[in-house]
């Protein structure tokens, strides 16, 4: 006969039920197919494998969702004062405020902010929330972010998973999502399927909610033009990977096929956000 201690299966309950609370909300993404692209005349955007991409940029209430689970003492910055208004000239920019004394922050997404682009954020920052999309654990996933140098996780293996893997894009990745288009054979200059600049949130000096700025990709991404410039996994010189322009400048050739911003790892500004993509998990 088995003995069932009904106090251990009511705490394992209350454990289980906590761990389906803290499970990341994912945020939406489409899928980019098309596996035999070749890359564009300015050498990027050829992917061998289908992965999926951000429909939208992170938002204030999905980076919000991601503090109150990680950030109660917040060791590693991942807010900023600047998010919560603090500075009165960067009111109109951040989307979340903080309440509380370290050991019992709590965060809230300032009223109408939501579906906006979370912003004073840092590559970093940005690779902790894949982890956590992928672990629960900021510290735990594709990026060891206490080694150094870093390794970078390899997409094309990650692709032959049976579980997807949360990412942020790779260069080719993000642009193949933003110009590539199957139906015209080739790559558009411009995000929205265009070869002249199209409708975008640049130089308005306020970041717009996802998806209402301007036209989709050919594969259903919304801002890869303007709105906020968006970290990549690539790097020069020891500096991050930036793609996309923003409301920042009223500057159209910095959403244009061939413009990549470079800037520090920790470069935390008002116009710079993220979207990750998710690799594997396909067949």
């Known amino acids: 006969m088995v003995s069932v201690n009904r106090k251990s299966l009511t705490l394992a309950a209350v454990l289980a039920c906590a761990c389906v609370v803290a499970q990341a909300a994912p945020p939406e993404t ?13 050498g990027y ?18 980076y919000c ?16 004062g600047r998010m919560g208004g603090w500075n009165p000239d960067a009111e109109q920019w951040g989307g979340i ?30 690779a902790r929330y894949c982890n956590w999309l992928n ?21 094309a293996e990650l692709a032959k998973g049976e579980k997807a ?12 999502a933003a110009y590539y288009d199957a139906g015209k054979a080739g790559y558009w200059r411009f995000p929205g399927k265009s070869d002249e600049p199209s ?15 301007g036209p989709a990709s050919a594969y259903g991404t919304f801002d890869q033009g303007g709105n906020v410039w968006e970290f990549n996994e690539s790097r020069y010189e020891g500096k991050a990977g930036l793609r996309g322009s923003s409301f920042w400048i009223a500057d159209n050739a910095g959403y244009m096929d061939s413009y ?6 920790c470069g935390k500004w008002p116009h710079y956000g993220f979207r990750v993509a998710a690799v594997g998990g396909a067949k």
Request: glycine share 10%.
């Open 97 to 126: 405020e903080r309440n509380g004394p370290p050991g019992s922050f709590t965060y809230k997404v300032i009223a109408g902010n939501g579906k906006r682009p979370v912003n004073f954020v840092t590559w970093q920052s940005a």
């Open 260 to 265: 990549t911003r470079y800037d520090d790892f």
């Open 65 to 80: 969702e991601f503090l109150n689970a990680v950030a109660k003492n917040d060791p590693y910055e991942l807010y900023d």
């Open 135 to 155: 672990s629960g654990d900021t510290e735990k996933g594709v990026y060891n972010l206490g080694v150094e140098p870093l390794k970078l996780p390899k997409h």
């Open 199 to 213: 409708q975008a949130n640049i130089g308005s000096n306020s970041p717009n909610e996802g998806g209402t700025s």
């Open 45 to 62: 955007g050829a992917v061998s494998y289908e992965y999926k991409i951000g429909k939208y940029e992170v938002t204030n209430a999905e």
């Open 30 to 42: 489409v899928t980019v197919g098309n596996t035999s692209n070749k890359s564009d005349a300015t």
């Open 165 to 176: 893997t949360w990412v942020l894009p790779t260069e080719d990745e993000w642009y193949k």
